[in-house]
């Protein structure tokens, strides 16, 4: 479960994703996709650990998601609650950090750069999700 070269984690990562998107077309028909971020052009990111890489991506794009008209890009990380790592903290903790780490990696850019919205999807080994806080990377 915690093998940081694949194996599960990135199984369940990838089923993760793609049950998401199927439920998200259940009650958002229109196109969804992987998207790959616009490129840096200079632009100056607020957090250090920013994802700068020119072929970055997100799980899941759709248009008019949140806003009318504007591209919302979520991204999904799946996290075991049993991990050494997370032994001293809340459940909801753990998730907050997760939700945390994938604002301040992505969050940023989507909103300066693609012009669109963020939406962390954080969940646990087992399915679990917290609510997470929607649109939290526009109101920083």
């Known amino acids: 479960m915690t093998c940081k070269k694949g194996g599960i984690r990135v199984y369940q990562a990838r089923r993760g994703e793609d049950l998401t998107a199927s439920m998200l077309r259940e009650v958002w028909p229109r196109r969804l996709h992987r998207a790959t971020l616009l490129p840096l ?27 009318r008209g504007q591209r919302t890009f979520l991204d999904i990380r799946v996290f075991d609650p049993m991990a050494a790592s997370h032994r001293e903290l809340s459940l909801e903790a753990v998730h907050h950090r997760n939700e945390l780490e994938k604002i301040r990696a992505y969050g940023d850019r989507i ?18 999700a917290w609510p997470p806080r929607l649109g939290a990377s526009t109101q920083d």
């Open 41 to 67: 052009d200079g632009e100056l990111l607020r957090y250090r650990t920013a994802n700068t890489a020119p072929e970055a991506r997100v799980d899941i794009c759709a248009r008019g998601f949140w806003t």
């Open 111 to 128: 909103l300066q750069v693609d012009h669109g919205t963020f939406t962390p999807l954080v969940f646990t080994t087992s399915g679990a």
